[in-house]
């Protein structure tokens, strides 16, 4: 489809990327990869995945003209690729049945995941229930008393909640118990993770199942917006809906192609997620990336309103599309995405979800001082519903 070859066989994006686990991994990562080197482009397989994307998840996801925001701007025009509209409230659902259906094809009937927001464990646990497997998803125990409702979620959809009490208790220490388990488990048991990172193929297999949202924005913005985008705006944490809508674009020179940041408190106050901005290059779950870490290598802590930001790394294809200038990225700090996220509330009628209000925030910045002809196609990754109480709690109208 594009003429862009990234990844190598060995599944590196330049300097980043690749395979750095232990040797009781490696048959494992080389099972998965041929799996899905054989049903990647399998008819069958591919109808389908686009079956479940339609009937199941409720796609395509429309475009949409912000056009109050847009006006009240005064600059260039702002549209929406409307990922909150997913059964399940955002993206992360479509890289899920895709891994799910290549799961049933290698003969796995258990799936596992490890969630620190609780929104990939949500999504995984959906999955499982749609195809009748058995479904363990690994949480920090901090996690879990922070996102009650998600947990709750997850068992109401039938999986298992494995709480992990070591370390900081957070997502780090969740994956790290989850390749522990499929290690010993990997006959039966197929490991979904839920963005652009970790080894090869992973990081190329996600953005594959994702790139069905720039392949519709790529369709969609003629036939709606007379043309195609002069930016396209996502925010990144691991990075699966950046990649998803920035891939099929990538060989569209014309478009400018926009990653955003959290700089949570400010990225001088050191309270922030921005791994490609003030981040260096190391190996953190299985591959080489710009990671947040100190000068003896170990990772930071990481801040960010929003929990699906909070990844102290990035994924690899980033890293390479950042080093040589294809895409380019910036960061938006809490308070600014609150803002955003408020706008977007009253003059559009749509509650974003903390993550996507980054990408919106970045998009009004760039508005400001663009023309009523250009437009910027943000991807809205999710919805904002689960976002509600941190956004009380900042200091919007009171719960
Ligand atoms: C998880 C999540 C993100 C961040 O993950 P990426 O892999 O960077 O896309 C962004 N937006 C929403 C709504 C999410 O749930």
Not at 366 to 380: G, Y
Request: aromatic share 8%.
């Amino acid at each position: 489809m594009t003429a862009y070859d990234q990844p190598d066989a060995n599944g590196h994006f330049g300097p980043y990327g690749g395979v750095f686990v232990g040797e009781t991994l490696v048959h494992a990562l080389d099972e998965l990869r041929d799996a899905y080197a054989r049903y990647r482009d399998d008819p069958e397989f591919v109808t389908e995945f686009e079956y479940e994307l339609r009937h199941f998840v409720g796609r395509p996801s429309p475009v949409y003209h912000a056009r109050h925001w847009s006006e009240q701007i005064g600059g260039a025009q702002i549209w929406f690729k409307r990922e909150d509209l997913n059964h399940t409230g955002a993206h992360k659902v479509n890289n899920c049945i895709g891994q799910a259906l290549l799961a049933r094809r290698m003969g796995k009937r258990k799936v596992i995941a490890e969630t620190g927001a609780g929104q990939h464990g949500v999504a995984t646990a959906t999955v499982a229930a749609r195809f009748g497997m058995e479904c363990k998803v690994f949480m920090g125990s901090e996690d879990v008393r922070r996102q009650a409702a998600n947990v709750y979620r997850m068992k109401l959809l039938g999986a298992e909640v494995c709480e992990v009490d070591s370390g900081s208790r957070t997502l780090k220490d969740a994956m790290n118990e989850a390749m522990r388990h499929w290690v010993t488990n990997v006959e039966d048991t197929y490991y979904i993770i839920g963005t652009v990172a970790g080894p090869h193929p992973y990081p190329a297999m996600v953005r594959d199942f994702q790139m069905v949202i720039g392949c519709e924005a790529l369709v969609q913005m003629p036939e709606a917006a007379g043309r195609q985008p002069d930016v396209v705006v996502a925010a990144v944490g691991g990075g699966s809906n950046a990649m998803g809508i920035f891939y099929p674009y990538l060989t569209h020179d014309a478009v400018r192609l926009v990653g955003v940041e959290a700089a949570g408190d400010g990225l001088e106050t050191g309270r922030h997620a921005a791994s490609l901005t003030l981040g260096t290059p190391g190996v953190l779950h299985g591959n080489r990336t710009y990671l947040l870490q100190d000068v003896h290598g170990q990772i930071q802590e990481t801040h960010s309103v929003s929990a699906g930001l909070d990844y102290p790394g990035v994924g690899p294809e980033h890293a390479w599309l950042k080093d040589v200038g294809r895409a380019e990225y910036q960061t938006v700090t809490d308070t600014e995405a609150l803002a955003a996220f408020h706008d977007c509330c009253r003059l559009e009628g749509i509650i974003p979800a903390l993550e996507s209000s980054h990408a919106l925030a970045c998009a009004r910045r760039m508005a400001a001082s663009m023309s009523p002809d250009q437009i910027i196609l943000v991807n809205l990754s999710g919805r904002g519903d689960k976002d509600i109480h941190t956004v009380a709690e900042r200091g919007g109208i009171v719960f």
